[in-house]
């Protein structure tokens, strides 16, 4: 008698586990419809997050959308350093801005903080600035665009 009371027991929770594991009411904990990301970009609040290819053309880097603006950013590792380069561009028809003040704080792996001023080069659409530490570990970035007044942030981050 105490065997069978055992095992109605035993039967019974198995049972309950298995009804909560499949009646998750959480729908926040539902990754079904979770895009899958190029990288893994911390954007500002305020920032969506697109996945590669999904809006307009990629340059291989990391995308933020936020508000009405597109945010690419691109590392690219060199002997004298790091070349940066931002594409930013209107979000609707990504049709490239040339007349922002670009500048990135960056955090080194070493915890120190750069400033790094970005120059519009008109024949890439892009603007681009030169990190010139080299050391390895990874960098956390903000990038900072003023568009005629607009303040417009992307978060990013890249490994050396």
Do not use: W
């Amino acid at each position: 008698m105490k065997s069978i009371k055992s095992g109605l027991i035993l039967i019974a929770s198995a049972g309950i586990v298995l009804l909560a594991a499949c009646s998750n009411s959480n729908p926040a904990a539902n990754t079904e419809n979770i895009p899958a990301y190029s990288s893994n970009p911390q954007p500002s609040a305020s920032s969506i997050l697109k996945a590669e290819g999904q809006h307009g053309k990629s340059h291989g880097g990391q995308i933020v959308e936020t508000g009405a603006y597109h945010l690419e950013f691109v590392p690219v590792k060199e002997a004298n350093g790091t070349h940066l380069d931002l594409y930013l561009q209107r979000g609707d028809n990504h049709e490239a801005i040339p007349n922002a003040k670009v500048t990135a704080q960056i955090q080194l792996p070493d915890g120190t903080q750069k400033t790094v001023p970005f120059t519009y080069d008109a024949k890439g659409k892009h603007y681009a600035g030169l990190l010139k530490e080299k050391i390895n570990g990874q960098y956390q970035v903000k990038v900072n665009a003023d568009i005629q007044g607009k303040k417009v942030d992307g978060r990013f981050n890249f490994n050396r």
